[in-house]
Every structure is written in structure tokens, then in C-alpha cells.
């Protein structure tokens, strides 16, 4: 039917994106609004029901797909999530995948290559050509995510207390920090233990430092420039070990707001010794292609160009975090 429309849920550590399309790939729709982890979020559910609310009534949404954090990682989560998705969509074709999966699926539109996504946590995923996905890292802040944005923020904090303490050198990260959140720098462990404690999003908070490590970086700062160096070496280690799943000379691209440092990605580019492709859709472009795809719909390249154009669009600023207001909108 030409009146369908498909619904494609696109969440993350840091945000998640609503978008409804129609038979043409058009974006029509769409909502934005904080993570919906479980792992980390306790009010994942209720922000993802009012980021779901305005779509719940449309009577010609035939599909939805539902790409979310830790789904296929952690049984007792993904219940919880399968159960939230079948009780809002109880007479819709749905489908619920893990948001690197989708992401995945946008970027190669199905075919086989290797992403690489750093957002708030950090995971490879890896299709070939017989189609077989495999995956490497996304194991949480807690045990993993290196090279993530949380990973670089965290790191930057330490490295800012060191220098505070004299044990490393001084290092510019630290008045751009007290600049940029607008504290006393005269009482810093006091004035940062403060900003710590009162984050209502622990993760996003301190992932959208990796912004300011970038910014020190660019200026110079030996301090930050290691770091995005690090962060680039754990990044190329997740690529090394999921590339015996594809072919020799498989493709790779990214997705994730750390992203957005250009240092960060050609230190990456040179590791790997190639070039990333383009990505033929963002994330949620991937959600929306997997709903369409239970449709049986055919996307053409007009599709293709309609799902990007318009999503670029709605997602102007989806890839941006702000450190003041704690909105962290990156993927993952």
C-alpha cells in the first residue's frame, strides 16, 4: 500500500531518534530524546514510551524496527525490551535489533564491511559476504568501551587531577574544563567532586568531555593529543580483531559522535591503512531500512537518497553534546 509508512527507533547511551518515513524514504516525523541504555539508565523505559508517544496512534505505521542498547547482550534486559516493543506495537510488524546492528545495516545498506562505532561506549560489528555478523567489544563502561567518548572523558579527568596534583605536567584540559563548566578552579577537587556527584546522566556527562580533549588537541595540548592517540590505538585493536571475520580486503566506516574529531579519525585511518567509506545511511536509516525490509519492500537508490537527505535534516543535531546542560546526543 502507497499510505504505509515505517517506523525506525534509533537509541543509544546518549539519545535516542524516533523517525517515521513513508513509501519514498521521506522522513515525515520525528522526536529526539535522552538514552534509553538499561545497563545504565534507569528511566530508559519511561523516556522511550514519551519519545514513542506521538507515533503511537498513526494508524498506517505497518512496521517497526527497534535498534536499542544491550538488546542480545543481556537476556534479562532484552525481555524487558522485547516486552515494552510488543506491548506499544501489539498489532504491528516489529522487529527489535541491537542499535550496532542497525547501524551497521544503514551504513553498508546490508552488505558485508566492518563499522566501527564510538559513541557513548565503543563496539565493532562485522558482516561478510555469506552474511554472518560477528562483534567485538561493547562491553560497558564498567569493563570495557575503550576509545568510546566516556572512555576519552574519563581519562581526561584523570589526567586533569594528575596535573592538578603536580604528578603530570600541566596540561591546558584544565582551564578549558573549569572554563567550559563555569567553576572555581580555586577549590578543584571540591568544585569537580561537586559536578561529578550532580550529574543526573553520569555517562553522558562525562562522555561530553571527549569534545574538550578534542578542542585542547587541535590547540596543541601534548596532554590531549595523547589521549585522542589512545583512543584511536584501542579503536584500531576492535578493527584488528574482528577483520579475520570478512574478507581481506573488506570496507570499514564509523558512526558515533567521537567522530566528529577529525584528529581522532584519520589518527584511526592511518592504523587501519585505509580510508573509511561513506556510510550509505546513519543509524536510524539502518532501523528504518530493517522495517522496510519487513514490508518486503525494495529500497532503490531513490530511497536511499531520500532516508539520508531527510534524516540529516531531523538529526541536525543529534551528533552534538553539551557538557553544561548535560544533553549528550551521540550514538551508542
Avoid at 517506523?7 to 524516533?18: E, P
Avoid at 562483534?135 to 576509545?147: A, P
Avoid at 556510510?279 to 536511499?304: H, M, R, T, V
Wanted: with cysteine; net charge negative.
Amino acid at each position: 500500500m502507497s499510505d504505509e509508512f515505517v517506523l525506525g527507533i534509533d537509541g543509544g547511551g546518549s539519545k535516542v531518534l524516533v523517525a517515521l518515513a513513508d513509501r519514498s524514504g521521506r522522513i515525515v516525523q520525528s522526536s529526539r530524546g535522552r538514552g534509553v541504555n538499561p545497563m545504565d539508565n534507569p528511566n530508559w523505559l519511561r523516556e522511550l514510551e514519551e519519545q514513542l508517544g506521538p507515533f503511537l496512534n498513526h494508524q498506517n505505521v505497518a512496521a517497526v524496527a527497534a535498534a536499542l542498547p544491550a538488546f542480545g547482550e543481556v537476556a534479562r534486559l532484552s525481555e524487558l525490551q522485547q516486552q515494552a516493543i510488543d506491548r506499544l506495537f501489539p498489532n504491528t510488524r516489529r522487529h527489535i535489533l541491537n542499535d550496532v546492528d542497525a547501524a551497521h545495516l544503514g551504513a553498508f545498506a546490508g552488505r558485508p564491511g566492518i563499522l566501527i562505532l564510538s559513541g557513548t561506549g565503543s563496539m565493532a560489528w562485522a558482516r561478510n559476504a555469506s552474511g554472518q555478523s560477528a562483534r567485538i567489544g561493547g562491553w560497558g563502561d564498567q569493563i570495557g568501551d575503550e576509545g568510546s567518548s566516556y572512555w576519552i572523558g574519563r581519562s581526561a579527568l584523570s589526567v586533569i587531577s594528575k596535573s592538578l596534583d603536580g604528578r603530570a605536567p600541566p596540561t591546558a584540559l584544565s582551564k578549558i574544563l573549569f572554563d567550559e563548566l563555569q567553576i572555581e578552579a580555586d577549590d578543584p577537587m571540591n568544585a569537580l567532586g561537586d559536578w561529578v556527584t550532580l550529574l543526573p546522566n553520569r555517562r553522558a556527562g562525562i562522555a561530553a568531555i571527549s569534545t574538550l580533549v578534542d578542542r585542547a588537541a587541535r590547540c596543541g595540548d601534548e596532554a590531549a593529543i595523547g589521549l585522542i592517540e589512545q583512543a584511536a590505538d584501542e579503536l584500531a585493536r576492535h578493527h584488528s580483531a574482528i577483520s579475520g571475520h570478512c574478507d581481506n580486503d573488506a570496507s570499514w566506516t564509523y558512526a558515533g559522535g567521537i567522530f566528529n574529531s577529525a584528529l581522532l579519525l584519520g589518527s584511526l585511518a592511518r592504523r587501519i591503512g585505509k580510508s573509511p567509506v561513506p556510510s550509505k545511511l546513519p543509524p536510524i536509516g539502518g532501523a528504518l531500512l530493517a522495517a522496510a525490509q519487513l514490508l518486503d519492500w525494495f529500497p532503490d537508490e531513490s530511497w536511499f537518497g531520500q532516508v539520508a537527505a531527510t534524516a540529516d535534516s531531523v538529526g541536525t543535531s543529534a551528533n552534538k553534546l553539551s557538557i553544561k546542560n548535560n544533553e549528550g546526543w551521540e550514538h551508542a
